[in-house]
């Protein structure tokens, strides 16, 4: 059992003369500082480096004996006798001893030994435990008990104490088999989480007079009898956060409740719940939302904030009544999660430079385009970030305002009273801005007073919804604007779509299919050029293949040629054609790039190429 004493810890250090007093006291004043632990401020220091504390925890592991401290919690099952002939406890093992100790240690401690606790398994979260290959087994007020596949990982112990406030004690256990535990208890947990109330038993009552539907995990069923309804809320919340879904759908059905997060782009089920929860969990989200609960005919928004894992969340809730009741949507405006950079979203070295260039001038317009859900607002919001310090005003307007940015002012359109967009970017040009967002150009009014700040001193960011960049053009001409007004103004059309992300976990190289190069319209020659993966699938990415999305991207430079073919008004097509022989670079290209690199897969870039064209 390691025991990550930290006292012992320092012992060891200075008693093997890997750290002398002076750094130990060092490294505790710093540690009172920052309040970190004192393996990291050792670290820190430079006193000691990892492998230093790694040979340190090793010795610990072998010197401490196992009675020396009355061991606080013992397998549920007595222990099988001890075979004989290893070193005594209390005495350094010599080196050639070491791998029967190990060996000894790990058959001591499979899981089956030990009763896994609830309340540990909750007391670590799951990203800590799977980052780590850990599982807590038993909590107690000062202490936890963990088993582990490495128990010498002295980062992981730290990360564990620094979590729970406890001191930390490790079993090691056999990888695989601690990876299935991990899953299984924390997929357990989840539902447990979802438990006991009073006031629901007249709800479970209900239930079980009904046959149980179809459809329906029979053990959640069991548990969410019990549920208080504001606790399922709560943990809807919480699960839907925790596994990055941007949507949660709470859709009653004939028989039961449905709830659907959307991850990565696609809907999943979470659960279903029994029919007569209904009233009370879609309540439940009114009353958070601010909205009028007595009302259930009229369609509803409202929004609320809260917090998970230290993380601010906002949420915009939207009621529907449907055939079976009240339909309620919860969209998920992770603060954290804006704060990404250009790269991170997607964008290569040589794009990123160009597109810096037509974001950092006093004059213009540039527009990023692609259809609902394509990531427009978010690449917008990364580059005001990029752009925003104390010299300059920048002001947005935008339905609605997704994330608040720091020195940004934000501006809301308000239908009901008139506030459209027009009439609040008319209001904002008289408030000396220097860069201004416009939520998107929806009609000629909006597009008109847009023009006209970009033709007068300002930066002016916005959104249009159309395939491709050239497309943008000829969809402001159709909407009224004079062709030299768009040639004038317009310095750059960004167009952009979301692909998953493979996982990086399970990443490998396969032979593409046909169809993928059929519908991506590359010749088998072509693709022998490229190298495609894929993710095969792995507890990490919950079998999924991956894990995340980020943006391909379609940059038209406005440069001379594409200037006099917008004047000349040339379809889009054409435009096309003049703008890559500009040097433009199409989403395909930058599809196969990143098929290439093995970020996305042939599928991914096939099914946003083939939405594109519709
Ligand atoms: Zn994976």
């Known amino acids: 059992m390691a025991d990550v004493n930290e006292q012992a810890l320092a012992d060891t250090l200075t008693g093997l003369g890997i750290a002398d007093e002076v750094a130990i006291e060092q490294a505790r004043r710093l540690q009172e500082e920052q309040g970190i632990g004192l393996v990291q401020a050792l670290l820190a220091l430079g006193a000691v480096t990892a492998q230093d504390v790694a040979q340190a925890v090793q010795h610990m592991s072998r010197t401490v004996a196992p009675q020396a401290e009355a061991p606080l919690m013992e397998p549920s099952e007595p222990e099988p006798a001890e075979p004989e002939g290893d070193a005594a406890p209390g005495t350094v093992a010599a ?5 029967s100790r190990r060996t000894r240690t790990r058959s001591r401690a499979t899981l089956d030994s030990y009763e896994i606790s609830p309340e540990a398994v909750a007391a670590v979260p799951r990203a800590l435990a799977e980052e780590y290959t850990l599982l807590p087994l038993q909590v ?25 406030g406890r001191r930390v004690e490790a079993i090691e256990v056999e990888e695989e088999e601690l990876r299935q535990a991990i899953d299984q208890f924390y997929a357990a947990m989840a539902r447990d989480r979802i438990q006991l109330t009073a006031g629901a038993k007249d709800l479970s009552a209900a239930v079980h007079q009904q ?3 179809t459809g329906i995990d029979a053990e959640l069923l069991q548990v969410l009898d019990l549920a208080p309804v504001v606790k399922v809320v709560e943990q809807l919340v919480t699960d839907a956060v925790r596994m990055n879904a941007s949507d949660i759908h709470i859709e009653p059905r004939s028989d039961n409740v449905q709830v659907r997060f959307r991850v990565d782009g696609r809907l999943m089920t979470y659960a279903n719940l029994p029919k007569s929860m209904q009233q009370g969990v879609v309540s439940r989200v009114k009353i958070l939302a601010e909205e009028d609960i007595a009302e259930t005919r009229q369609p509803q928004d409202g929004r609320f904030a809260t917090q998970v894992d230290d993380r601010a969340i906002d949420l915009r809730v939207s009621t529907l009544p449907t055939y079976w009741g009240e339909k309620a949507v919860l969209r998920i405006l992770d603060k954290s999660r804006v704060f990404v950079s250009l790269t991170q979203l997607g964008f290569r070295p040589d794009m990123l430079e160009q597109y810096d260039r037509l974001t950092h001038v006093r004059q213009g317009m540039v527009l990023v385009t692609g259809p609902t859900g394509s990531g427009k607002s978010t690449t917008l919001y990364a580059t005001l970030h990029t752009i925003n310090d104390e010299s300059k005003n920048i002001t947005t307007v935008e339905d609605p305002i997704e994330y608040e940015i720091h020195g940004v002012n934000h501006t809301q359109v308000h239908a009901a009273i008139d506030l459209t967009f027009a009439r609040a970017l008319r209001s904002i040009l008289r408030q000396d801005p220097d860069i201004i967002l416009v939520g998107e150009i929806r009609d000629v009014e909006t597009g008109e007073m847009a023009f ?7 930066l002016v960011l916005s959104t249009l919804h159309t395939n491709d960049a050239p497309s943008a053009a000829t969809r402001l001409v159709d909407m009224g604007i ?5 040639a004038s103004s317009v310095t750059g059309v960004l167009a952009q779509r979301l692909v998953r992300r493979i996982c990086s976990r399970c990443r490998e190289q396969v032979e593409p299919a046909a169809d993928e190069l059929d519908r991506l319209q590359i010749t088998a020659e072509q693709a022998q050029r490229i190298r495609f993966h894929r993710g095969r699938g792995c507890q990490y990415c919950r079998n999924v293949g991956y894990t995340g999305r980020f943006a391909l991207y379609e940059l038209m430079v406005v440069n001379d040629e594409v200037r006099e073919g917008i004047v000349r008004g040339v379809d889009a097509s054409e435009l096309r054609k003049i703008a890559i022989r500009a040097g433009m670079k199409s989403l395909k290209h930058d599809g196969l790039v990143k098929v290439h690199q093995g970020v996305t897969s042939a599928a991914e870039v096939a099914a946003v190429m083939f939405a594109g064209e519709n």
Do not use: K, Q, W
């Open 452 to 458: 006209r700040a970009a033709l007068t001193g300002h």
């Open 95 to 99: 080196p050639h001893e070491r791998p």
């Open 482 to 486: 004079e062709p030299y007004i768009i």
């Open 140 to 164: 107690s007020e000062g202490r936890i008990l963990v088993a582990m596949a490495d128990p010498s990982n002295v980062f992981a112990l730290d990360a564990v104490r620094d979590h729970t």
């Open 211 to 213: 046959d149980v539907p």
